[in-house]
């Protein structure tokens, strides 16, 4: 099975900043990356999918890169409903998700 | 719009079957595939498996021994089954839809049923 890595586990950061989530995959896996945003208590929101692509109806402040086994999230100019948890997934082979990256308030 | 919900017993104990069922909304059945994932408190997210509107499934090669997934057209939902539990399958799970021709990326989700299995 594929297992997916995202670093760091805890990033803390301001509003305004740029801020980069990176995720590498223990086998290529082309552009088969998507990620996720999670709120406490709610359900994960789709973010990111085929590795750069923007689901609809999300802001283009996050951008997604790479391809192979490494990959990144990231966000220019954090706003105060972006901190949040992030998920990488790959869906290559299956589907796994890595462990996630919680981003604070500095 | 696809809207999902979600409903099943929130406690088990060991060696009990979970059984979960998410009932869909709005879209078309048949366009999606339908699947469950499930997260461990403070912990990631975990595929268990998916299903279509023709019974046809793909499941978690780590829990395929234990999971079956069904699914009723006539009522528009899809259920999880998931056999011999133990602590270790206490979660919050999700039900999740993904259309045919995006891979594995999930758009719309339920609102989570939180299992705890204790004795």
């Known amino acids: 099975d594929i297992q997916m890595t995202q670093s760091p586990s805890t990033l803390s950061a301001s509003v305004g900043d740029r801020v980069t989530i990176t995720c590498r995959a223990s086998q290529s896996i082309s552009t088969w990356l998507a990620w996720y945003q999670q709120k406490p208590g709610k359900a994960p929101n789709l973010l990111i999918y085929?590795?750069?692509s923007l689901e609809s109806g999300v802001p283009s402040r996050f951008s997604g890169s790479g391809s192979g086994t490494e990959f990144t999230l990231t966000i220019s100019g954090l706003q105060p409903d972006d901190f949040a948890t992030y998920y990488c997934q790959q869906y290559k082979s299956y589907s796994s998700f890595g462990q996630g990256t919680k981003l604070e308030i500095k | 719009q696809v809207q999902l919900q979600q409903w099943g017993a929130g406690l088990l104990k060991p060696s009990e079957t979970l059984s979960l069922t998410c009932a869909v909304y709005g879209g078309s059945f048949s366009a999606y595939y339908w699947s469950w994932i499930r997260q461990p408190p403070g912990k990631g997210l975990e595929w268990i498996g998916e299903i279509d509107h023709s019974g046809i499934t793909n499941y978690n090669p780590s829990l395929k021994s234990r999971v079956t997934i069904s699914v009723d057209t006539s009522k528009n939902q899809f259920s999880l089954k998931l056999r011999s539990v133990t602590a270790a399958d206490t979660a919050v799970y999700y039900c999740?839809?993904?259309?045919?021709?995006?891979?594995?990326?999930?758009?719309?989700w339920g609102q989570g049923t939180l299992v705890t299995v204790s004795s």
């Open positions: 999740a839809s993904r259309s045919p021709g995006t891979g594995r990326v999930f758009t719309y």
């Open positions: 085929k590795a750069s």
